[in-house]
């Protein structure tokens, strides 16, 4: 499901649930946050959270690509 504001042109990266194989999503969500393996693993253990906030189309795109082709589910939204 992807949010988006008309006119918007900033956007948040929201991971809403994540596999039980896990490790690809922690190096996925890592590249994009630059955040600590225990950092990572925490914030996807707690799913849904916030990934990547008031960042491009296309990068929050990307993101949402990437991590659903691992088996997570993401959604995009215009941030405000």
């Known amino acids: 499901m992807e949010i988006v504001e008309d006119g918007c042109?900033?956007?948040d990266v929201v991971l809403?649930?994540?596999p039980a194989?896990?490790?690809p999503?922690?190096?996925i969500v890592r590249e994009?946050?630059?955040w600590s393996i225990a950092e990572a693993r925490e914030?996807?253990?707690?799913a849904p959270v916030l990934l990547v906030e008031a960042t491009s189309k296309q990068r929050a795109?990307?993101?949402k690509r990437r991590l659903t082709?691992?088996?997570a589910t993401a959604e995009v939204h215009g941030s405000a």
């Open 61 to 63: 795109d990307e993101l």
């Open 32 to 34: 994009a946050t630059g």
């Open 21 to 23: 194989a896990r490790t």
């Open 25 to 27: 999503v922690l190096k």
């Open 9 to 11: 042109d900033e956007f």
């Open 16 to 18: 809403l649930d994540v």
């Open 69 to 71: 082709e691992v088996g």
């Open 43 to 46: 914030k996807i253990e707690n």
